[in-house]
Every structure is written in C-alpha cells, then in structure tokens.
C-alpha cells in the first residue's frame, strides 16, 4: 500500500489478484493518485469504512465477499462511503453483469481485458464528477436549509395557470386544521390556479402573471383568506423566469397588517378619548369635501368648545379634566344619531360609497371619524348629504343640550356647557382649511355671545374677527407709543360741593381710529392680559398727577383708580402699588383703589390676603358699581372696606323711579350703618343731586358736576381748600 498525501486523492484497489492489483496502483501512480489495496471483499469494506477513500476499484469476483456483495455493503453504511463513486470491474460486459453492478450500487463498470491508458482518464473523469456531484448535494442542503428558515413559499407556474411546483413556507401548516386544507406540494402541483385559490384572487393572479411576462417586471399583489378560523393577510411576487414560467413567493403579512392598523390607529386615534383625532377629521373632510363637489351636495361642520373648561382644569385638576374630556366624547357619541353621520352621497369613481370604506383605506369607520377631538377641549362633528340648515342646527342643539346635563366625576356633580360653530358647504368655503376656520369663528362668536349658544358662520363675522385682531394689534404698540391717556372725574362732597376726589379714566387717542371708546378697548385688555400692564401705567400716571396736585396748589386730592380682576389676583399687586407710591411720594391715604363685588368674591380666602396688604400700606378701598352683584352685607363686614359706589343704573331713574329711590336709600343707610362713606356715580340733574343729598350720600359724581377732563382742566376747577386726610 503506497504512503497517502493530504494533497493526492486515495483510491481503494480491491481484487484477489495480485498482478492485478499492480497494474492498477501503478496506472493511479501515473494520474497523480494515490491507492490502497485490498486482496477481497471483507478486507475492502473494512479499509473502505477505515480510510474512506475518494474512489473505489472493486473486482466482481474475488473471495470471503464478491464485489457485488461488497459494493452493497459500502453503500449500505453511514458516512461518505454512501455517496463514495465505485467503479465494478467485471469479467466480461454482459448485460445481466453491468445490470448487477448498477443494481448494487456501482457509479460505473469497466470491462476486462483492461485499456490501462483509458482507465487512468476514466478514474480520474469519475473523480470530477463526484467532485460536482458533491459540490451539489452540498449546495442543494444548503439551498433546502434556507429554504426551510424561510416563512415564505415557493411556487413554479406556467402561462396558463398551473402550478409546476410548490413548496410550502415554514409558518405556512402543512396538516389540515379546524377544517381548512393546507396548501401543499400534493394539493397544489399539475393543478390549475382556480382549483386552489378563490376565483376572485386567482382572476387577480392570473392578470398580474401576464403583465410580468409581457413586461418581464417584477409584480405583487395582495389578498386575504379565510383561514383556521381567522383572516390571513398573503402578499405574493411574481418574477419571470422564462418567456412562459414565473416564479413567485407567497409571504404571510397578516402580522405587518396588525402593526400597519395599529400605526395607522395611534396616527388616527385620540389617546385619551378614543375617538379619532384631527389627522382622522381632515382626511374625512377632505373625502367628504371631493364627494359633495361631485354629487352637487352639502355639509355640515361644527366646532364645539367647552365653555370655562381652564376653570376645571385650575381648580379641580387635570386628572379630572382629562375624565371629563372622555365622558364629554362618550356622550358625543350617545347624542349624535347614525342618521347624522352616515353620507349618502355619490361615492368617487374607483371608491366605496362613504361609511362603506374598506379598513385599509380608512383607520376606522366612516361614522366614527365624523366626530373627532381635535385638541384640547375642542371637538368637530361632520354632517354630510345636508339637506337643510335646519338640520344642523337641531344637531347643534341636541349636544348643546347634551352637555348642559351635569357629569358625576369621583361623586361630585360637574357642569359645563358648550358653545358651538357652524360653517356650510359650498356656501361658506370650498376647502377643508376654510370650513373649519370659519367653524372655529362661529364658535368664538357664539361664546361672544353669552356662551352656551350655536352659531352659524357668516361673512360678517370674518370682519368682526380681523378688526378684532387688529386692534388687539393696535392695543399691544399702545403703552409703547403713549397712546393711552387720562382723564379725570372730579368727586364732591354733597354738601360743600367741593372737589375732594378724582377717578382716573384711561383713555386710547389711537393714530388711525382717533379715539376709541373704553366700553370697545377695555374688554379687549381684559381678555388678552394686557388690563395688568395698562393698569398699572394708569396706577402710576395717576400717582404721579395726585402728588403734582398736591405740590402746585398746596392740596390734597384724593385719587381713585379702578383695579381689575386680572390685576387683584396679580401676586405683585402690593409690590407695584409699593413702587408707584415710592416713585411719587405719594401719601397712600390720598389712593384709592376701587374693586368690585365679582373681584371680592371669586376667591374669599384669597381675597382677604390680598385687601389685608392693601390695607396695611395704608391705601384707601372702596366697592365699585355696589348693587349689580352679590350685594351681601356678609362680605361688606368681612371685607372691611371704607366706602361703596352706587352703581348709576340706580340713579339714572330718580326721582322718579320709587324702586330705585327705595334701593338707594336703603343702600346709603346700610353703608353709613358700617360705617362706610357712599359716593353715587351718574348723577346727571340737579332734582338727583337734591334727593342723594335729602337721603345722605356722602359724595357724588357725574355729567351734572363735571365730565371727565384732562388734567389741566382739573387743575382749573380745584381751589386751594385742602382735603382733610381720613385718620389710618
């Protein structure tokens, strides 16, 4: 036996004949090979199973176990001896001797007498092709590993439909379950497309096919199927290989389906509410709004706004705005009939009708996406195939009223209401961002006008919008620019009839509008923030102009300046106060500052805090517009104020008016009772100022004594009687 090398493949030489055997080792030695004899067939399958060799020359013939025997045994085992090429050596080249060999499991046969020369090239084209055949089996395990880890199937189909080869994916059964038949290599192979898959789906198929072998480009499509018992979403590519076959791959995307819908939900759903959210409403009111041109139709859109809803969120907390944002969405969905949601229309060519859009086109069902939350405590309501106006109005209405009955949250009754805008199509606009910002201004306008109300959207309201826009504008450059003024109403004692007081009124000289009434500026402070800047330029102007009186004409005057609701809460009230008087020097026995009943009451507790730092710097308080308020001799003893108004709705009416005379005295003998002063506003005849002077009004003020006038003006009318100071 000749010595092996890693680098020479090893040939087995089995045969009982020596001389033989000699041949043959010395004809491998001339190819490059190596061998190793064996001398019969017990001894060739144990060095077979010993050295595994590359190639095995085996005689027919020999002893203990002939070559057919020992060939059968070899293929028999495990390991490389299974696949090992054999070449049968036979005596002769009968056919029942070559059928023999191949029966055993010969690779080839030679026949003797042996051509040495063509044996040498024989073995070693054998070893090439046992080599490929290696290579293969090789790579065809690999490629059926792959294909095992695969989920996806594999299919094979001609022109006509048929299925030329299948192999079912990893994920896909290949047992029949709750009563559905797998699709497998059996099931599937030699049949046509429409025996497998439903006609619908294979018609589909079958015009995806054509175009991949017309265009030799790679198509998909996808479809669903009914399948152990739940929807199973298939996407399936097509390639052509051929002129007439295509390859295709079946993948199981039910699972991409459930995470698209679930994206698509959170994109589209309200997470607090659950119902859809602005994204959802535009997308709807953009299919609604192509419809409704098409179907020469109308709709609705209503903007609905929570009225005071910061209120609860300030004082009752967020947790429980958030619940009652989720109640106020549930009883949206109670209130609003299907029959208002529910289009009718025309649907657009190639699309379902609306309110039968399929899932994949639409995140959730159509009647459900004509409500939305759009943020906040905002929601709209789409209201489609409008015949009348009427109709969304009775909408309007019904929810209106929905939301006035009260929410239990945690055992506590909450109310609120809602004010609610209406914009038309195609009266209003044509565009989806047009009708819901007219929307939005109607609401506004509804709340503008007492809240709690609807409104439909005109173009009026636009105007009304933008000039209020531009003189929120004009009021922001106001302070900046010394646009602001004041004038000052004189005060007079009802018996001297002397000035012993002003009230400062601020004033706006605007350079375009020229003066603009305060009735028209004031609310506008208020509503924007800006009343705390104004008033406290108007606190300090007025400081200011007081102790410029003092000094020049040797005088006191008192100085009243109203304080607004905005400005009382202010935690910097008794600060800014502090400076203006310490800018000015100031006596603050000489400032009063005027509030009303409203201011009082919003925050009893906070309220006190607040008069009580007031009351310690010294500052003069009185109660303004006394009579249109609350009105409780409760708050006047806690309050502990040093005088009161009388509102001029009350002195407007006398003498004549009884009522009123009987309110005003009653009013003048409470305060005197708690020993406040009482000053009366709007005094405009003298038969008024008879009869406040008969009941005991301390001082007056109105048209009749003076209208509000500029400084100088002011400056006029005082003579040098000084003003007694009130004791601290």
Not at 227 to 249: D, I, K, M, Y
Not at 303 to 328: P, S, W
Not at 352 to 379: I, K, M, Q, W, Y
Not at 670 to 699: F, P, R, S, W
Request: hydrophobic fraction near 40%; charged fraction near 25%.
């Amino acid at each position: 036996m000749s010595a092996s090398s890693p680098q020479r493949g090893v040939v087995l030489v089995a045969d009982d004949d020596p001389v033989m055997r000699l041949l043959m080792l010395e004809m491998l030695q001339q190819v490059g090979l190596d061998g190793i004899e064996a001398e019969d067939g017990r001894q060739a399958l144990a060095l077979a199973r010993e050295h595994r060799p590359d190639l095995i020359l085996m005689d027919v013939e020999m002893p203990h176990l002939d070559g057919f025997a020992a060939c059968s045994a070899i293929r028999r085992s495990e390991g490389p001896g299974a696949s090992v090429p054999i070449v049968m050596v036979t005596g002769g080249d009968d056919i029942e001797a070559v059928t023999s060999a191949y029966e055993a499991g010969a690779t080839d046969f030679v026949s003797k007498p042996i051509n040495w020369p063509i044996l040498g090239h024989r073995v070693l084209y054998v070893l090439r092709a046992s080599d490929a055949i290696a290579r293969l089996r090789i790579a065809d395990a690999q490629n059926r590993a792959v294909l095992a880890a695969i989920p996806d199937t594999f299919f094979r189909m001609n022109r006509d439909g048929f299925y030329l080869d299948y192999e079912p994916g990893r994920n896909f059964p290949s047992r029949e379950r709750d009563g559905a038949v797998p699709f497998t290599s059996e099931r599937c192979v030699g049949r046509h497309i429409t025996d497998v898959l439903p006609r619908e789906i294979a018609a589909r198929m079958m015009e995806q096919l054509g175009e991949v072998l017309r265009s030799q480009q790679i198509r998909s499509i996808e479809y669903e199927l009914l399948r152990f018992g739940a929807t199973q979403h298939f996407e399936a590519r097509l390639v052509a290989t051929g002129p007439s076959e295509v390859l295709g791959l079946v993948r199981d995307i039910s699972e991409r389906k459930r995470s698209e819908e679930q994206i698509r939900r959170l994109a589209y759903c309200d997470s607090l509410t659950g119902i859809p959210n602005r994204q959802a409403f535009l997308e709807t009111l953009e299919r609604e709004l192509q419809r409704s041109k098409i179907g020469n139709k109308k709709f609705a859109v209503l903007f609905m706004d929570l009225d005071a809803f910061k209120r609860i969120n300030d004082t009752l907390g967020h947790n429980v705005g958030d619940h009652l944002l989720k109640i106020v969405s549930e009883r949206l969905r109670e209130t609003i009939r299907p029959s208002d949601l529910v289009s009718r229309s025309e649907a657009l060519p190639g699309e379902a009708a609306l309110g039968e859009v399929a899932l994949e086109d639409a995140p959730f069902h159509t009647s459900a996406t004509n409500l939305a939350r759009l943020g906040g405590d905002e929601f709209t309501i789409l209201i489609p195939d409008l015949e009348r106006v009427e109709h969304a109005l009775n909408v309007a209405h019904r929810v209106k009223e929905a939301m006035r009955r009260p929410f239990l949250i945690d055992g506590n009754e909450i109310f609120v209401t809602a004010s609610i805008g209406i914009s038309l199509f195609p009266e209003d606009g044509d565009d989806c961002n047009s009708l819901l910002k007219f929307a939005d201004t109607a609401m506004y306008h509804a709340k503008n006008c007492g809240k709690n109300n609807a409104k439909l959207y005109s173009s009026s309201l636009t105007m009304q919008i933008m000039s209020h826009v531009k003189l929120e504008v004009g009021l922001r450059k106001a302070l900046q620019n010394d646009e602001l003024y004041l004038l000052y109403q004189p005060q007079l004692d009802v018996r001297s009839l002397e000035i012993v007081g002003v009230e400062a009124l601020v004033r706006w000289r605007h350079p375009e509008r020229g003066i603009i009434s305060p009735n028209e500026f004031i609310p506008l402070a208020e509503e924007t923030g800006l009343i705390v800047p104004i008033g406290e330029w108007v606190l300090r102007t007025a400081c200011n102009q007081a102790r410029a009186w003092q000094r020049a004409l040797q005088r006191s005057v008192r100085m009243a300046v109203n304080l607004s609701a905005k400005q009382f809460k202010d935690e910097n009230l008794s600060q800014i106060v502090l400076s203006a008087l310490d800018e000015t020097g100031l006596d603050p026995r000489l400032l009063e500052l005027e509030l009303t009943e409203g201011t009082l009451m919003d925050d009893a507790r906070a309220t006190m805090v607040t008069l009580d730092q007031l009351r310690g710097i010294g500052v003069y308080l009185s109660i303004d517009d006394f009579g249109t308020g609350y009105s409780s001799m409760n708050y006047l003893k806690r309050f502990d104020v040093r005088s009161l108004k009388i509102d001029r709705s009350f002195i407007c009416g006398l003498p004549q008016d009884s009522e009123n005379a009987a309110i005003t005295r009653a009013i003048i003998a409470m305060a005197h009772g708690l020993k406040m002063a009482v000053v009366a506003e709007g005094v405009e005849t003298d038969e008024q100022l008879v009869m406040l002077e008969q009941y005991g009004c301390d001082l007056v003020q109105g048209y009749f004594l003076g209208h509000p006038s500029s400084a100088d003006a002011i400056t006029e009318m005082l003579g040098p009687v000084p003003l007694v100071l009130p004791a601290p």
